[in-house]
């Protein structure tokens, strides 16, 4: 490791450099951040920095306990939109101070999974399609957001701020080192769809989470304000963050079938047959919000219904149809989470899911043909989904308890929050009313 | 820092602490045949160094010829240093990339690190490699091209400067995690087309084109 230890001081050294971000994220995936002067680095690389590990539990905070973040060197960036002053990022490993991992930390969990699916042969490959909302800037709290536009699907919508919003995004988030496939107006005014290359899951959930935070710095730059959040506009369409998910055994896609009639291969057809098998207890992670499920299942094309299909739009998982001489294209595509997730669980949670319909071999269901597709349903609500997730042994086997429990007691203080809020809805129906 | 492996014992901490003066972290291997040292990852070193006198087995050509062999340490410049006087019995005088004869300085030594290096990669002894309008400073990670500087991460640095050090030779996809990586990374053989994208990427119009995919092999860096 000497050597990216190297790269990074001396970089630093070479660019005047001034202060570096430690990043980390918290149990819900929110970006946790401390700077730390260049004069620490050294010291910062070898033995780690010192914090609160209850800041990794989100609002919902056990105890405080000491736990050391040691950066990881290979994630070293500058930050682009930071021009006036050069300040450079690296992901953190958080570990207990005595070196072991540290089980709270969502890096260390997708890492431990992966190495699972190492053990097995396979790398596993993601591409992502994150949606998300553009508006003017905010106003008071719980207000309805302004649109920018009234441009719809793939609208070239030149008057708008939208292009040089996604020109600048784009460049930010090249710089950091994620390529970006596509980007495009989406369905609903003020929406953005881009499309992020595929990558190994570690580095695309590092870049979520980086592609998160440069796409609110490029919005703030032009005075607006970018969200993440599931649903923002009752009306239109929510934002949704599909997965484009194969295993690789070496330079081999392992999805990929000989037999054109098959959508995917054995091993392809046991991994997403055990995705769908738990797609309902892992629900609780990939639309982890209340307002997720106001997205989910409410029309817009959002899935429903545990399906998957070569045809339809609307279906939970979609498989690509095949491509002449594109073998190392073949894979599947999960439409049901949304971008404000914690990109490491969720990633964690799916590639587990699937080994498990490995190496059990489950069977894939059958096809759905129409869009309104038969099968179990999704969670309806966040209630349901935490109680599934937490009585979930896939979940608690690849998560471990501590983090679990951490989960859920977010969730459950979330829920018991709404519970005793009252809303726009009550007042409306109501007020009158009764 | 840059490793240094150094075979054979006679002259051993000697060499050592010429190596650590120069600024590489020398690691001395047993000389009971094995071609790594017990300590650290798989990493190639950036030099090897065939402490003659004394080598029986593996014999210096034995041992020189297993390491040009060697799928990770083929391309590893190696230097051949000769005890006092082992020119008259010509053993190790036709191995290696590099010869040297103790009593030997620092300086000497540096001179003949930078001969190696260039015979192996064909690179400066400053450390400073052009590509038209492309510089790569090795001593401190920076690329520029144009004067300007280009901010690369680590392995997208890493990937490059492999590939600018080794023109016109095609790398498969494994060879370059092998070599590249070299550590357990659970990307996959995917991993390296996905820096390749960034890397060229970053390079721009100019210098984009020098990375050659070569179909179903790998790719190639073309032009030094």
């Not at chain 1, 080994?355 to 309104?372: K, P």
């Amino acid at each position: 490791m000497s050597g990216h230890r190297e790269f990074v001081l001396r970089t630093v050294e070479e660019r005047g450099v001034k202060f570096i971000r430690l990043w980390f994220v918290d149990v819900l995936g929110l970006l946790k951040s401390f700077s730390i002067p260049v004069s620490e680095l050294e010291s910062a690389l070898e033995e780690g920095v010192g914090l609160d590990g209850s800041s990794l539990e989100g609002a919902s905070r056990l105890r405080e306990h000491d736990v050391i973040a040691h950066p990881d060197p290979r994630t070293f960036q500058l930050l682009p939109w930071r021009p006036d002053s050069i300040v450079g990022r690296m992901f953190c490993d958080v570990r207990q101070p005595d070196g072991e991992p540290f089980g709270g930390d969502s890096r260390l969990v997708l890492r431990r999974v992966l190495e699972q699916a190492a053990a097995l042969g396979y790398t596993m490959q993601v591409g992502c399609e994150l949606e998300f909302f553009l508006f003017e800037a905010l106003g008071s709290n719980g207000a309805v957001p302004a649109t920018l536009d009234d441009g719809a699907y793939f609208d070239l919508t030149p008057q708008d701020v939208g292009s040089d919003f996604r020109r600048r995004t784009i460049e930010y988030v090249e710089q950091m080192g994620i390529p970006v496939k596509a980007s495009h107006h989406e369905v609903a005014p003020s929406q953005h769809e881009i499309q992020l290359a595929h990558t190994d899951a570690l580095s695309m959930a590092d870049a979520v989470t980086t592609f998160r935070i440069a796409v609110k710095e490029a919005a703030h730059e032009l005075g607006a304000y970018a969200t993440f959040m599931p649903k923002p506009l009752e009306a239109h369409p929510g934002s949704g963050m599909h997965l484009h998910i194969s295993l690789f055994e070496g330079e081999r896609n392992a999805f990929h079938a000989s037999d054109a009639e098959q959508p995917l291969s054995a091993a392809g057809r046991a991994f997403l047959a055990g995705v769908l098998a738990h797609v309902c207890e892992l629900t609780a992670v990939t639309n982890q919000w209340i307002n997720s499920y106001r997205r989910l299942g409410t029309g817009f094309e959002a899935p429903g219904t545990v399906s998957w299909t070569r045809r339809g739009a609307a279906a939970l998982v979609r498989v690509p149809s095949r491509r002449p001489g594109r073998a190392g294209g073949t894979r599947f595509e999960l439409r049901s989470p949304d971008p404000s997730c914690n990109p490491y669980l969720a990633l964690a949670l799916i590639l587990a899911a699937g080994l498990r319909g490995i190496e059990r071999g489950y069977e894939l269901q059958v096809e759905s043909l129409d869009d309104a597709a038969e099968g179990p349903r999704l969670p309806l609500d966040l209630r349901e989904a935490t109680d599934l997730f937490d009585a979930s042994e896939l979940a608690r086997e690849t998560l471990g308890d501590r983090l679990c429990d951490v989960f859920v007691a977010n969730k459950r203080r979330e829920l018991e929050d709404e519970r005793r809020t009252v809303t726009e809805f009550d007042r409306s129906r109501y007020l009158r009313l009764l | 820092m840059s490793d240094a492996w150094i075979y054979g014992e006679q002259g051993g901490e000697l060499t050592s602490r010429l190596l650590a003066e120069l600024g590489f972290s020398p690691h001395r291997v047993a000389a009971n045949g094995t071609l790594r040292p017990p300590e650290g990852d798989n990493r190639a070193p950036a030099l090897a160094v065939v402490l003659a006198s004394g080598l029986e087995r593996p014999s210096c050509a034995e041992l020189c010829a297993r390491l040009a062999a060697d799928d990770a340490l083929g391309e590893v410049p190696v230097i051949v240093a000769l005890g006092c006087g082992g020119l008259a019995d010509g053993i190790g005088v036709a191995e290696g990339h590099e010869l040297l004869v103790e009593p030997f300085s620092a300086e000497e030594l540096q001179a003949r690190i930078a001969r190696a290096r260039r015979t192996v990669n064909g690179i400066d002894h400053d450390d400073v490699v052009r590509v038209g309008s492309l510089e790569m400073n090795l001593a401190t990670y920076q690329v520029a091209i144009d004067g300007r500087p280009v901010d690369f991460t680590y392995m997208e640095y890493e990937l490059l400067k492999f590939l600018v050090t080794h023109p016109r030779r095609v790398f498969s996809r494994e060879a370059l995690l092998n070599r590249v990586w070299g550590y357990d990374y659970y990307g996959g053989a995917r991993t390296v087309d996905v820096h390749v994208r960034r890397v060229r990427a970053k390079l721009g119009s100019e210098h984009a084109s020098r990375i050659k995919t070569v179909r179903s092999v790998g790719y190639r860096w073309e032009g030094t």
